[in-house]
């Protein structure tokens, strides 16, 4: 017999008749009529090819088939409402969970207070850093990573966003640098050859696609696959970057470097936590992404 002959209802109904060995008192319990009752007694005797009970003295007598039933249908049905049951609160203190995220390495100053909080809450708790890759919706899909930080652009409808703030685009170089003697000017900005970041996704650089707008062009002097790896480059070099203040701010005092306004204005960077629908109701995650949530926020602010 196939199982989806079954219905999951009836197997409940006969599980009260056994216990009750009464068909009015099982009604009772399921919160069903007596008649409804007796008809699913009768879809199981036909089911199950048996007459499951029979009456003596007011009462239902279980024929064998029906006890050999009860106890590994009590344990299948208790174990089917553990599987079902609401997710149970997660417990910071107790609670065993890795927390996987993705974040820009310009954001690697913030690592240290970021991870600190979370394993100050939670001992248990596994933190795993990884760099923004290109195919990040389809990445949060399967979980690896299960959070974030990154423009809202890069991903698609099926990825939550929760913004944490967002950040203007300023001219970084390393002190004593000939530009940023003065005032810097557009014309003196462009005059030195600028450092970018390919995060290996089609999409335009900002501060590009803002000069491309505007007509005018700039000469490329490296092209690095991390920004922290060009911050360090242009501590020693004449090369000038672009990079989000305040974001790079705690970067640039460890390096040396200056931060100046962009000459010219350039569109924000707009970062927003990031995760897939799919995470939306687990506890574990929901706990997670409050912690990370609230500890980056005060960076934008």
């Known amino acids: 017999m196939a199982l989806n002959a079954l219905d999951a209802a009836n197997l409940v109904a006969l599980h009260l008749l ?10 009772r319990r399921l919160g069903i009529t007596q008649s409804s009752m007796s008809h699913r007694l009768a879809r199981l005797r036909e ?5 499951l009970f029979t009456r003596a003295s007011g009462r239902l007598l279980p024929t064998p088939r029906a006890e050999s039933i009860a106890v590994p249908l009590r344990d299948a049905l208790r174990a089917l409402e553990a599987v079902v049951a ?5 417990d910071p203190r107790a609670g065993r969970y890795a927390v996987s995220i993705a974040m820009p390495d310009l954001l690697a100053p913030l690592a240290p207070r970021l991870v600190a909080g979370l394993v100050a809450e939670a001992p248990f708790v596994d933190v795993q850093l990884s760099p923004v890759v290109p195919a990040l919706s389809a990445a949060l899909a399967q979980g690896r990573p299960v ?16 913004p944490l703030g ?4 300023g001219v970084v170089g390393r002190r004593g640098h000939p530009a940023l003697r003065r005032p810097l000017t557009v014309a003196r900005w462009l005059a030195h050859p600028h450092v970018i970041q390919r995060l290996g996704n089609e999409q335009i650089n900002t501060v590009e696609a803002e000069l491309l707008r505007r007509g005018l062009r700039r000469r490329v002097g490296l092209e690095v696959p991390s920004f922290l790896a060009g911050l360090f480059v242009v501590s020693s070099s004449d090369l000038l970057m672009n990079a989000p203040i305040p974001l790079v701010n705690e970067a640039a005092a460890k390096l040396r470097l200056i931060t100046r306004e962009a000459p010219l204005r350039l ?3 707009r970062l927003s936590l990031c995760w897939h629908e799919r995470f939306r109701a687990d506890p574990a995650h929901r706990w997670a992404r409050e912690r990370v949530f609230e500890s980056l926020k005060r960076a934008f602010e």
């Open 18 to 27: 056994l216990e009750e060995r009464h068909v009015t008192r099982a009604a």
């Open 47 to 51: 089911t199950l090819q048996d007459p």
């Open 86 to 90: 609401p997710s149970q609160p997660f």
């Open 147 to 162: 959070l974030a930080i990154a423009p809202a652009q890069l991903v698609d409808g099926a990825i939550i966003t929760r």
């Open 166 to 169: 967002e950040a203007r685009f």
């Open 267 to 269: 569109p924000p960077v």
